[in-house]
């Protein structure tokens, strides 16, 4: 046997080990989870998502939103992510099973938003903080994402659609209305999803402090 | 259109495969031709793989940039571009093979073991990754894992790997002796494959994954100190009160900030991996700082010390400006200090904020936003250094300045010249 190949062979067997365990296993496992029952509404956790919100999430991966912002709540006492009210309970595989990719995150520059649908439930308020991040947050580094609104003429009626409270220098002059395309309507609807506030038997919510 | 969340991606897939993944092609060719005395045959196969993985890299990043990117860090190329990718790299790694497979030295040596690991290590990480995620994706609450695999992969088995290789041929050839300790290198290569491969998952701690994965990734980060130890010692020996060298020969001044690099990385790596100190610095900027020392501090630095050894060799030429590598070497020590201290330390701040109850989210923007402006001075020092590389290799390729007779070194060597002569 050529020397090259009992090398290989020994690399294939010590490596193969990790690939058994962090891809064989998740893909035989963890890609398989189901989601449970509601028994009380004939639904399930988690809850489907609507066609919107799943065209939302490739604006979301599209503009790389995953970069400063994480979603994932970690278990106490390790983290402090319950008792600042990130979220209720830990976030577990089975939160993410709707998703086509996940978005868990690996920086905080701006906030956590595994349950950002649970605390802001506006849309209008979510397509300004979009279009304008400081006229919400003065102290915000998040970018602009002007490029998904239309700035646009009214024409006979304005739309029902156009972002309402805009002041100051980002208010459109007189005539005048900001849009959301539909990549921004369907950015809107998937944070609007996000929310892990129903029970999963393998993530209670810590109950003594 | 282009705001960060499209350009912090695109930057990084640029470092990631359009600098550091060629230049370990290039050092992982040279080295495994020399090592096995074998001559580069039917190159035509490794210029069109050339080729066609810089299309693919370009393809990806203007993917990216349109919105078209993936949310996986070091992943996020389009499939579309991550297939050519793919194709290019197979035709290299089979021609490494076949070099390997016709070496004519009688054992493999401690660098041929890394650069094949490396080579066989690579394909396999990217094209299972990219299946799962990509090409045919799995349900989201497995990527994760998948893309932790390949993230600790990469950086360890792929551009870890080369440069480990790369060091165990250019420190005794620079210094003109043996390594210090076969044994202990071989005791290395093994550890080194076992442990580095499993520590991605400590990135996830607290995370949405079964524990004893995340558990896994914290035992190899801390194992992982085994080999880094045994290398960094066997490399030390080495040098030992050869050190001088560094005073004038490039490639040893490069390697020898390679190697405190990769101990500060490596252990950096292993106490940020412990689950208390890791709730407070996931998600601030200490993964950053990591990044910087690992993927500059010790890869690209190693990647220097190696061109500026080959390309002499193989282009017959030597480097015209030795102030030249000086700027090069100087600002990018710099850079490399500077991002590293910035990025931890406003990183722990913004940890600490970010872990204290009594803290908002507010102070910890606040507290990490001028070591943030830090981090950018950084990135300029580095490009500024990278500018200085760039043109030597440009003056370099167009064989300017006249013939000489030695190598270009930065100063007069002391005593007696331990730089070998071309070979």
């Known amino acids: 046997m050529n020397k090259l190949t009992t090398f290989i062979i020994a690399i294939v067997v010590v490596f193969g080990l990790s690939w058994v365990g962090l891809v064989a296993y998740p893909v035989s496992t963890l890609s398989h989870l189901q989601p449970l029952p509601d028994e009380d509404t004939g639904g399930a956790f988690p809850p489907t998502t609507s066609g919107l919100a799943v065209a939302g999430q490739k604006v979301y991966a599209a503009n790389g939103c995953v970069h400063c912002h994480t979603q994932q709540v970690r278990f106490s006492p ?80 304005p739309s029902a659609q156009a972002i309402q409270g805009l002041t100051g220098p980002n208010a459109p002059k007189p005539g005048y209305e900001v849009v959301p395309s539909p990549e921004a309507q369907a950015l809107v609807a998937y944070l609007l999803s996000l929310k892990q506030n129903y029970p999963l038997p393998e993530s209670p919510e810590p109950t003594a402090k | 259109m282009l705001t960060y969340g499209r350009l912090y991606p695109a930057a990084m897939s640029l470092m990631a495969y359009g600098w550091a993944t060629p230049a370990a092609i290039g050092i992982g060719l040279w080295l495994i031709s020399r090592t096995s005395q074998i001559p580069l045959l039917h190159t035509t196969i490794l210029t069109s793989a050339g080729i066609i993985w810089n299309l693919g890299v370009l393809l990806g990043v203007c993917g990216i940039l349109i919105g078209d990117g993936q949310p996986f860090e070091l992943l996020a190329f389009p499939s579309y571009s991550t297939v050519i990718l793919f194709v290019a790299f197979a035709m290299i790694a ?20 890394f650069v094949i690991l490396a080579f066989v290590s690579f394909p396999w990480l990217f094209c299972s990754a990219n299946l799962v995620l990509l090409w045919h994706p799995i349900q989201a609450s497995a990527q994760g894992v998948v893309a932790a695999w390949y993230f600790g992969g990469f950086n360890n088995l792929w551009l870890g790997a080369m440069a480990i290789g790369a060091m165990f041929y250019l420190i005794p050839k620079a210094v003109d002796r043996p390594i210090y300790s076969e044994t202990l290198g071989q005791l290395s290569f093994w550890t080194f494959l076992l442990f580095a491969a499993w520590t991605g998952m400590a990135r996830y701690i607290g995370g949405p994954f079964p524990a004893w994965l995340v558990s896994a990734g914290v035992v190899a980060s801390v194992l992982a100190l085994i080999p880094t130890f045994s290398i960094a010692i066997n490399i030390h020996m080495t040098l030992h009160g050869q050190y001088r060298v560094a005073g004038w020969c490039p490639t040893v001044r490069f390697l020898a900030v390679a190697l405190f690099s ?22 601030s900027q200490v993964p950053k700082a990591q990044q910087i020392l690992g993927f500059y501090g010790f890869f690209s630095m190693v990647a220097f010390g190696a061109i500026y050894y080959i390309l002499p060799r193989t282009y017959n030429w030597e480097w015209p400006c030795s102030s030249l590598i000086h700027w090069h070497f100087w600002l990018a020590l710099a850079g490399i200090i500077l991002g590293t201290v910035s990025a931890f330390l406003g990183g722990f701040l913004q940890g600490f904020a970010l872990f204290d109850i009594a803290n908002t989210f507010r102070s910890s923007v ?26 030597q290799f440009v003056l370099m390729l167009l064989k300017t300045g006249k013939p000489k007779n030695g190598p270009t070194f930065l100063a007069e060597p002391i005593e007696t010249s331990h730089e070998p002569a071309a070979v």
């Open chain 1, 78 to 157: 390790l983290s402090t992510d319950i008792a600042k009210n990130l979220g209720k309970r830990q976030s577990v595989a089975r939160d993410y099973i709707r998703d086509h990719t996940p978005f868990f995150g690996s920086s905080r520059i701006g906030q956590d938003l595994t349950n950002y649908g649970v605390k802001e439930t506006d849309a209008n308020a979510i397509h300004r903080h979009l279009y304008e991040p400081r006229s919400v947050v003065e102290w915000s580094s998040m970018p602009s994402f002007r490029y998904l609104y239309n700035y646009r003429k009214i024409i006979s009626q």
């Open chain 2, 94 to 113: 089979v021609w490494v093979l076949f070099t390997a497979w016709y070496a004519r030295n009688n054992k493999f040596s401690l660098a041929q073991c």
């Open chain 2, 262 to 283: 990769l101990v500060f990385a490596a252990v950096f790596a292993a106490i940020n991996a412990l689950p208390d100190v890791n709730s407070v610095t996931n998600f």
């Open chain 2, 366 to 391: 606040e507290f990490v936003s001028p070591f943030l402006f830090l981090s950018m001075l950084a990135s300029f020092l580095i490009l500024a250094s990278n500018l200085a590389f760039a043109s």
